[in-house]
């Protein structure tokens, strides 16, 4: 259903577009309605053409009554009677409106009864200043009171719930555009108006009546006091479908179809009137109608979904083609320069007729399944989305939708009164279905520009919140994180600064999800410090936040800072929790007390040297307060070492601890790369490689959409807090081709630079290290870079205040505690963090591969290197030795063509041997590989061609095939050739793309020299 203010506001452009077609009847008729309800109920409309000036500027009067002073305080008719002489005047002119008014008010007043007071509608704005001109004229000269009501009191008026109805009839008002409830609190209205109905002497079929009607039947299907009263409000609406008013029938039909379904979750009886709505819409011209056809078959396939009702799948399939046949005809004939807001408004019926699922595709979930539709109803009006079916296999023509939604976003800087709240709540329903459209994110932007124009930037933040629910309910993190960090940024403000911070929350949940603890730390601890000094108003969060930013400590394994900043949230929670000695009320305190037990217990258990500097580490208040707890825990917690650092290694990103002794340890594993960063246990030092790793994490969710191509291999980091020597760089790298062996220097947050400056040192330092340990081009690697700086990178890695402030709640003592502490290592075996799912390292084809291309190759390998070793690899096969060695490189899953590069490479370095240095030609390479080895006279050593040396060169020949097959690079000076393979084997088909070939061991080759088949 659309809001209060996008009805208000398509009314509106609707009144100022009658003008247009010139429909001033249309007008004089809504302003008549109004009046009988607002102003006076003893008004009859004037006659004569209004061309020729025969109803003497009266568009309506009222006549003389007094029963209002024979009856005061009576209501109905006598209570909305007035018993001064008023008149109505209605215009739909454009501004300027003032000289009209005049002449109006001049015709009115000159001629007929005397006039007491007038009231002027117009379809257009006029400003408060003329109208206040006007009123003085009206008093000055003709002694008349004037009320002016202008297009966008007008709206505000028929916007609400007993008169709505005008709009729909005479403005064709879309049944989606009617809020569930209506504007007037309940229960009283809703008792008034069931009482008016059942005293209402024999059956009322107005326009007027349908609306009363339909407001208390809504109430009662939602309302669980109210259901008693379903079946009598279904009596009254069946009246109207039992009634000659062709639009109220099908209103009518509309208004029951949804009740039942909602109120009694069946479709008995209401398909025939779900059926008759389609079939009119099936031929009229009315954009409305087509609107709630859409509407009730969009319900009736969930009530398909359900089990309910008597639809096939086949049957809506083939109607919500139908429906898409005839709207594509309307679109076909209606002109955007004339009609832009129709056009609008039928091309977001086409584009949601589309995103229907294809239900004969479309499996269905057990009966009982899913919720009611009263059920998903409710929670829909809560703030809650309910996708019916999983959006993975939501079947959508999707292409077609968003076609037609381009075509839309394009329309709405011409369209601006056309309500686009429709069309959002279904878009962001369905997102994860559509981001793989390059059309995307131009059609999501330009809906949330068009919903900021109406209700400002919360509500494009409440639509990435929406969003952001919907990818995670699909499984899509990292889409889900894009959307709140936006959500973030909009509600950014004063009244809705609390989203703000429950969202920051929301946040640094899915960078722990993602078993990135440093980015899930420095979110939870931002949204603390903005909640402490934002005022009272927002302390009540402050605890909460500290107790997640505590777990997310823990899970890095830091169990030394974890249970300090336990200390500080049990110290929050009693200053400004509410009811803070209910515990059970407080889920944060449990996890935080059971993570804080475990912490204790783990010490006193196998490392108890630790137990005296954890006593110092945190509030003494809080360790009593624990003390029970552990009396109760302590039998339980019975493991053995073993044990315990086994189950800890399933649970955590660290190893307990790992913030004990002169240095820490972080550990974590992204996109096939693990991260073992190692820094000075000193407070400043482990600020700034907190700082690091939190922004390494940040920007590897950042680039993962967008396949970086990471080696899959280990990255020792070692950081420091200072200033490089001389001309040292930040980032270095030592001599490593098993890992990458690196030193960052980074400035502390206490140096004298500006924040600016060292935000610009971390961006550049974060940039410059993944960009060395990727396989894309370096052109390549850095467009995606530019990429995720466009999409805010820079504020995502903020996170509102440095990271140094938001962290730095730990004093000194703390960590010279923790440094000046030894323990035991728990094992000698290295921690293995986990991967988080969506952070695996994909198995998707590569950039740049292409199998047809790879297998040509693999196949000129096999014509063309047998006649490279004509002379050599006769003699490697009839040795016993060295074909056992080519046996054992088979075994470990070699395949024939790896076995031909290594034995060619090896043979071309032992030829080159062989030539003076000054007879090398350039080309040599080349010439080598184009020369028949029977053109040699010296042979090759056969002791050469060992496994090991084989291995060897294959590790450098890996490299080349990369770089000239894939256009793969590193920047490493010592590249990793194991990391290089295992990329190769993940992502392009190295240890597995072949084609028929003879058996390099078994086989000899063919007469022209070729291990390839004749046929090929």
Request: aromatic fraction near 8%; proline fraction near 7%; charge should be negative.
């Amino acid at each position: 259903m659309a809001t209060s203010t996008e009805t208000e506001r398509y009314i509106q452009f609707l009144l100022e577009h009658l003008a247009g077609r010139n429909e001033h009847h249309v007008f004089e008729q809504i302003v008549f309605q109004i009046a009988l309800r607002r102003l006076s109920s003893n008004i009859v409309p004037a006659t004569g053409p209004v061309s020729a000036g025969g109803d003497q500027g009266r568009d309506a009067e009222s006549y003389y009554t007094s029963l209002p002073h024979e009856l005061p305080g009576a209501g109905g008719f006598i209570g909305r009677a007035t018993t001064e002489p008023l008149v109505l005047a209605a215009s739909v002119q454009k501004p300027p409106l003032d000289g009209k008014i005049r002449e109006d008010l001049k015709s009115i007043c000159s001629r007929g009864e005397p006039v007491a007071r007038v009231a002027f509608f117009a379809a257009h704005e006029i400003p408060v200043a003329m109208r206040h001109r006007l009123q003085g004229h009206a008093r000055d000269s003709y002694q008349v009171a004037l009320d002016v009501f202008d297009g966008q009191a007008v709206a505000q008026m028929l916007t609400q719930g007993d008169l709505i109805w005008i709009a729909q009839r005479f403005l064709d008002l879309p049944s989606a555009m009617i809020p569930d409830e209506p504007a007037q609190e309940q229960p009283d209205w809703y008792r008034a108006t069931l009482t008016a109905v059942r005293e209402r002497a024999g059956k009322r079929l107005t326009p007027g009546a349908l609306s009363e009607v339909r407001d208390g039947l809504r109430h009662a299907v939602l309302d669980d006091e109210a259901r008693v009263d379903l079946p009598e409000w279904l009596g009254y609406i069946g009246e109207f479908v039992e009634g000659e008013d062709e639009d109220l029938v099908l209103r009518a039909r509309y208004e029951r179809a949804w009740a039942v379904l909602r109120g009694k979750n069946t479709l008995d009886g209401v398909e025939p009137d779900i059926r008759a709505v389609i079939d009119a819409a099936l031929s009229t011209e009315r954009v409305s109608l087509l609107d709630d056809a859409n509407l009730l078959l969009l319900a009736w396939g969930g009530s398909w979904l359900r089990h309910l009702g008597t639809v096939s799948a086949e049957e809506l399939r083939d109607l919500a083609l139908r429906l898409r046949e005839r709207t594509d005809t309307l679109i076909g004939t209606t002109d955007a320069a004339v009609y832009p807001v129709r056009k609008a408004s039928l091309l977001d019926v086409a584009a949601r007729l589309c995103l229907q699922p294809r239900w004969p595709e479309v499996t269905r979930p057990a009966a009982g399944a899913l919720p009611t539709a009263r059920e998903a109803t409710r929670l829909r009006l809560a703030g809650e989305i309910l996708p019916e079916i999983s959006v993975e296999s939501r079947p959508l023509d999707v292409t077609d939708a968003m076609d037609y939604l381009e075509q839309l976003v394009d329309l709405l800087p011409h369209a601006r009164a056309f309500p686009v709240g429709g069309m959002s709540e279904t878009f962001q329903l369905v997102a994860p279905a559509l981001t793989a459209d390059p059309r995307y994110e131009k059609i999501r932007d330009a809906l949330d520009a068009a919903q900021a124009d109406i209700a400002g930037d919360s509500s494009v933040a409440a639509r990435c919140r929406d969003r952001a629910t919907a990818f995670l309910r699909a499984g899509r993190p990292l889409d889900a994180l894009h959307e709140l960090h936006e959500v973030k940024i909009n509600w950014w403000h004063g009244d809705t600064l609390r989203g703000a911070l429950l969202t920051m929350r929301m946040i640094a949940k899915i960078y722990g999800d993602l078993n990135l603890q440093q980015a899930a730390r420095q979110y939870a601890l931002a949204a603390a410090a903005v909640a402490a000094s934002s005022g009272a108003e927002h302390e009540d969060m402050l605890p909460a936040a500290l107790a997640e930013a505590m777990n997310y400590t823990y899970a890095a394994g830091h169990w030394g800072d974890a249970l300090a900043l336990a200390g500080l949230a049990f110290i929050t929670h009693h200053l400004y929790a509410e009811a803070p000695d209910d515990y059970p009320s407080h889920a944060y305190i449990q996890q935080l007390d059971f993570h804080a037990s475990m912490v204790m217990l783990s010490a006193e258990r196998f490392r108890p040297a630790l137990s005296s500097a954890l006593t110092k580490l945190t509030d003494t208040s809080y360790l009593g307060d624990l003390d029970e707890l552990l009396t109760e825990l302590r039998p339980s917690f019975n493991h053995t070492e073993k044990q315990f650092i086994q189950s800890t290694d399933e649970q955590l990103n660290g190893r307990p601890f790992s913030d004990v002794g002169a240095q820490r340890e972080l550990n974590f594993a992204a996109l096939g790369t693990t991260w073992r960063i190692r820094y000075d246990n000193t407070r400043t030092t482990v600020l700034t490689a907190e700082r690091l790793t939190a922004a390494l994490q940040i920007a590897l969710t950042e680039l993962a959409p967008h396949d970086p191509l990471f080696l899959p291999q280990d990255i020792h980091l070692q950081v420091i807090a200072g200033t490089p020597f001389a001309s040292k760089e930040r980032v270095t790298f030592k001599s490593n081709n098993r890992a990458v062996d690196c030193t960052v220097i980074l400035s502390p947050h206490s140096a004298p630079a500006a924040p600016e400056t060292l935000e610009r040192e971390l961006s550049a330092a974060v940039v410059y290290l993944l960009a060395h340990l990727s396989a894309r081009p370096p052109q390549a690697f850095m467009s995606l870079v530019k990429k995720a700086f466009a999409r805010g990178l820079t504020h995502k890695l903020l996170s509102v205040r440095p990271y140094d402030e938001v962290a730095g709640l730990l004093t000194e003592a703390h960590y010279d505690t923790l440094r000046q502490t030894t323990m035991h290592p728990w094992t000698d075996t290295a921690f293995q963090p986990p991967t988080a799912p969506a952070l695996t390292q994909p198995t998707t084809p590569g950039p740049g591969y292409n199998r047809a291309r790879a297998l040509d190759m693999i196949r000129d390998n096999y014509s063309e290197l047998p006649q490279v070793l004509s002379q050599t690899l006769p003699r490697i096969l009839a040795d016993p030795a060295a074909l056992a060695g080519l046996r054992d490189l088979r075994e470990e899953g070699w395949l024939d063509w790896h076995i031909l590069m290594a034995l060619v490479n090896i043979a071309l370095n032992l030829r080159l041997q062989q030539l003076s240095p000054d007879s090398i030609p350039p080309d040599y390479p080349a010439r080598f590989l184009q020369t028949p080895e029977n053109g040699y006279t010296a042979f090759l050593p056969l002791d050469a061609f060992t496994p090991a040396n084989l291995r060897a060169q294959m590790d450098l020949t890996v490299l080349s095939i990369g770089q000239r097959r894939w256009k793969l690079s590193t920047a490493m000076k010592t590249p990793n050739p194991a990391a290089f393979k295992r990329l190769l084997n993940a992502r392009y088909s190295y240890g597995t793309d072949d084609v028929p070939h003879r058996d390099l061991l078994n086989d000899t080759p063919h007469e022209n020299g070729s291990l390839l088949p004749p046929a090929t």
